[in-house]
């Protein structure tokens, strides 16, 4: 008889201080660390604060936004440099080498919504940066770091996605066309071709806004969350043309944020009703429900060595032990091992 499941097991640590509700999370890769891991958390109050995953202590604090949320954060390839994104409506790069926190520019936002940024850089001096345009349906794309109006993307007349929540700027393997996915407020997900500034294709995704989406170039798949009760998973085929492949019913609605882990081998979301949820990317199998939180939670964010943190309402950020990249998925077929322990799959 095998052995019975027992229940997911605590975070590997967690992390206090952030002082209101973390929105949004971003690991630093170790070669921008200098050899350490760094985990970057934007808070409700404005701050961002720099964890060390060593000493499990904030590192540095950056104040830049004026009290107002900070709702996106991403590091560039190649230094030490990130930006955030607040509602103060700026855009801040800082520059972090050799001890420094300094704002080194920044760019204006016309959107008072929510949309997270993106950006396209693939170590090059110069990077493309998508943002939240001036009217509610626009996206504006900027060559950075000159700050260089590439194009608005606004859809045709008799269109009427809504506001885009969610971006994603990509490229695929071999081609020198950047193109965008954009979640929209009424449920679709968009696949713009910047270069001829059109809609390549579209497709109805959920009932509900989409709030967060992630896709795998390798696969030319992607998922999205919504504030309904559903996960869908399209795919990229070669017109290219967006298919829906299949949705997955949640117990609760509400899904603030998709990411997949760095390997293709797993994906988590972060769930309104308090839960982190884990699933297998490849058969979209769910693994676990990770319950710590005691409120809404805002961000997930995967490390490149496998750690998986959680950022909330209730001002903690949990940082879990998953699989780590290295080991073989086939456990996920029937049950997942988390932190040296089984659990019940989700």
């Not at 019975?4 to 201080?17: E, I, N, S, T």
């Not at 260089?148 to 008799?158: M, R, Y």
């Not at 700027?169 to 449920?187: F, H």
């Not at 996920?332 to 659990?343: A, D, I, Y």
Request: proline share 5%.
């Amino acid at each position: 008889m095998a052995a019975p499941l027992q229940p997911p097991p605590d975070p590997q640590f967690v992390l206090r201080g952030t002082q209101s509700a973390v929105n949004t999370l971003h690991f630093c890769r170790e070669s921008q660390a200098q050899g350490s891991s760094l985990l970057f958390s934007g808070s409700q109050g404005g701050l961002v604060h720099i964890w060390s995953l060593q000493t499990r202590r904030a590192v540095t604090i950056l104040d830049g936004h004026g009290g107002q949320g900070v709702t996106w954060l991403q590091s560039l390839p190649q230094g030490s440099q990130i930006l955030s994104q607040g509602r103060d409506l700026r855009l801040c790069l800082w520059d972090l080498a050799e001890g420094r926190n300094a704002i080194v520019d920044s760019v204006r936002l016309e959107s008072v919504g929510f949309c997270k940024s993106s950006i396209l850089a693939n170590g090059q001096p110069c990077w493309m940066l998508a943002v939240p345009g001036k009217d509610t349906d626009e996206v504006q794309i900027l060559e950075m770091p000159s700050k260089t109006s590439v194009c608005t993307l606004k859809p045709e007349a008799d269109a009427k996605p809504g506001m885009p929540m969610c971006l994603r700027l990509w490229q695929a393997n071999g081609s020198a066309r950047p193109l965008l996915l954009a979640g929209y407020e009424d449920g679709s997900v968009a696949l713009w071709d910047i270069s001829e500034r059109k809609v390549c294709s579209q497709v109805c995704c959920h009932e509900e806004p989409v709030m967060g989406l992630d896709f795998d170039s390798q696969k030319a798949r992607g998922v999205s969350g919504s504030a309904g009760k559903a996960l869908a998973v399209w795919s990229l085929d070669g017109q290219p043309s967006l298919q829906m492949c299949s949705t997955h019913e949640l117990t609760n609605p509400g899904i603030a944020e998709v990411t997949i882990r760095p390997d293709h081998k797993i994906l988590a979301t972060a769930g309104w009703d308090h839960r982190v949820r884990v699933f297998h990317w490849k058969t979209m199998k769910p693994l676990a429900v990770l319950g710590f939180h005691s409120a809404s939670v805002h961000c997930v964010a995967f490390a490149a060595d496998g750690l998986l943190a959680a950022g909330s309402k209730d001002q903690r950020i949990s940082v879990w032990s998953l699989y780590q990249s290295r080991d073989s998925a086939t456990p996920f077929l029937g049950e997942s091992k988390l932190g040296g322990r089984h659990l019940t799959a989700a």
